[in-house]
């Protein structure tokens, strides 16, 4: 079992990138359609100088929504990001930038301990957010920091999504690379050798030697097993990256040396490791509905009044998730 410092750490990276949702192959930008219709419809629903709570907020995306809305309505909302991640969104977030200013982001804070003071939200929001909480935890600090009356809504991942699928998907084909196909170790292999030709006759001599042969076979064989689950897959994106990575590598080994080829490669394989630790991370917080009806008890016991999850559907028809709302008693 991975720790939380190392699931942090997935995450880290993932954020850096500046990526505004955690489902980056369905949503080029920000949530859009009927996730965004349910966010735009609670902030809207707040009181003008509203504190609001966006809880696990990744770079802002919820909170960026919420803004959106504030301003749209002229509701003045006072609204903060809080995530157990080292997230910066004011310097890697680079679409819409200028829904992030006005909010208060506050990196590597938990929300099973924030560090509010009490009953000074009146609105506390998650986005795939409150299944990576410890959930006794998190219920009792919401329940501290949540003002009389104040209201809560979380969108929940599903265990049947298609965001669950997505991510099944990649990291069937992250096996694929590392596991099935050795792809990178048989890049490596032959840009070692390429690289240690210094000399052209050393270089023109790789066409009749043994094992640049069979270094060039295996990476052939290996490429050509990746393009064909690339073309095969519905989500080919991180196939597709190390075909390309790869490629470049081998560019870059010829033009600039075997360090900048190999650096690349490096690169590319541990972006994907780290993407890979994210989505298995992502997989395990999928809840079924047992799993949802415990969430609304615990809220329940931590005084506050739940409404009957719902499911929530993409405007084109996939299941996104569960949807949870609540009110402060």
Same mark, same amino acid.
């Given at each position: 079992?991975?720790?939380?410092?190392?699931?942090?750490?997935?995450?880290?990276?993932?954020?850096?990138?500046?990526?505004?949702?955690?489902?980056?192959?369905?949503?080029?930008?920000?949530?859009?359609?009927?996730?965004?219709?349910?966010? =735009?419809?609670?902030?809207?629903?707040?009181?003008?100088? @509203?504190?609001?709570?966006?809880?696990?907020?990744?770079?802002?995306?919820?909170?960026?929504?919420?803004?959106?809305?504030?301003? $749209?309505?002229?509701?003045?909302?006072?609204?903060?990001?809080?995530?157990?991640?080292?997230?910066?969104?004011?310097?890697?977030?680079?679409?819409?930038? @200028?829904?992030?200013?006005?909010?208060?982001?506050?990196?590597?804070?938990?929300?099973?301990?924030?560090?509010?003071?009490?009953?000074?939200?009146?609105?506390?929001?998650?986005?795939?957010?409150?299944?990576?909480?410890?959930?006794?935890?998190?219920?009792?600090?919401?329940?501290? /920091?949540?003002?009389?009356?104040?209201?809560?809504?979380?969108?929940?991942?599903? $265990?049947?999504? =298609?965001?669950?699928?997505?991510?099944?998907?990649?990291?069937?084909?992250?096996?694929?690379?590392?596991?099935?196909?050795?792809?990178? @170790?048989?890049?490596?292999? /032959?840009?070692?050798?390429?690289?240690?030709?210094?000399?052209?006759?050393?270089?023109?001599?790789?066409?009749?030697?043994?094992?640049?042969?069979?270094?060039?076979?295996?990476?052939?064989?290996?490429?050509?097993?990746?393009?064909?689950?690339?073309?095969?897959?519905?989500?080919?994106?991180?196939?597709?990256?190390?075909?390309?990575?790869?490629?470049?590598?081998?560019?870059?080994?010829?033009?600039?040396?075997?360090?900048?080829?190999?650096?690349?490669?490096?690169?590319?394989?541990?972006?994907?490791?780290?993407?890979?630790?994210?989505?298995?991370?992502?997989?395990?917080?999928?809840?079924?509905?047992?799993?949802?009806?415990?969430?609304?008890?615990?809220?329940?016991?931590?005084?506050?009044?739940?409404?009957?999850?719902?499911?929530?559907?993409?405007?084109?028809?996939?299941?996104?998730?569960?949807?949870?709302?609540?009110?402060?008693?």
């Amino acid at each position: 079992m991975k720790s939380h410092r190392d699931q942090d750490d997935s995450w880290n990276k993932y954020w850096e990138h500046g990526f505004l949702t955690s489902c980056r192959n369905a949503f080029v930008g920000n949530y859009e359609g009927a996730i965004k219709a349910r966010w =735009v419809s609670f902030f809207g629903a707040l009181a003008s100088g @509203d504190r609001v709570l966006d809880i696990c907020t990744g770079n802002g995306a919820i909170a960026m929504i919420a803004n959106e809305v504030s301003r $749209d309505k002229g509701l003045d909302l006072e609204i903060h990001g809080i995530d157990s991640a080292a997230i910066r969104p004011h310097d890697t977030v680079t679409r819409n930038r @200028d829904l992030l200013e006005g909010i208060s982001f506050h990196p590597c804070t938990a929300a099973e301990d924030t560090g509010f003071e009490g009953a000074c939200f009146q609105a506390v929001a998650g986005q795939y957010a409150l299944e990576y909480t410890d959930l006794e935890g998190c219920a009792a600090e919401l329940a501290r /920091i949540s003002a009389p009356a104040a209201r809560l809504q979380f969108i929940v991942h599903h $265990d049947k999504s =298609v965001v669950m699928e997505t991510s099944r998907e990649e990291i069937r084909n992250a096996a694929l690379l590392f596991k099935e196909t050795g792809f990178f @170790d048989r890049a490596a292999a /032959i840009i070692a050798i390429v690289g240690s030709a210094s000399t052209p006759e050393a270089r023109r001599s790789l066409g009749s030697d043994p094992e640049a042969e069979r270094a060039r076979e295996h990476l052939n064989r290996a490429a050509e097993a990746v393009s064909r689950a690339a073309e095969a897959s519905p989500h080919p994106q991180l196939l597709q990256m190390a075909l390309q990575n790869v490629a470049e590598a081998y560019r870059r080994c010829g033009s600039q040396g075997m360090d900048a080829g190999m650096t690349l490669l490096a690169e590319c394989r541990q972006r994907i490791s780290a993407n890979v630790e994210r989505l298995e991370d992502l997989m395990a917080a999928g809840r079924g509905e047992p799993d949802v009806a415990h969430m609304v008890a615990v809220f329940a016991d931590h005084g506050f009044r739940a409404d009957p999850p719902a499911l929530i559907h993409h405007e084109r028809g996939p299941l996104m998730g569960w949807m949870l709302t609540a009110r402060r008693r």
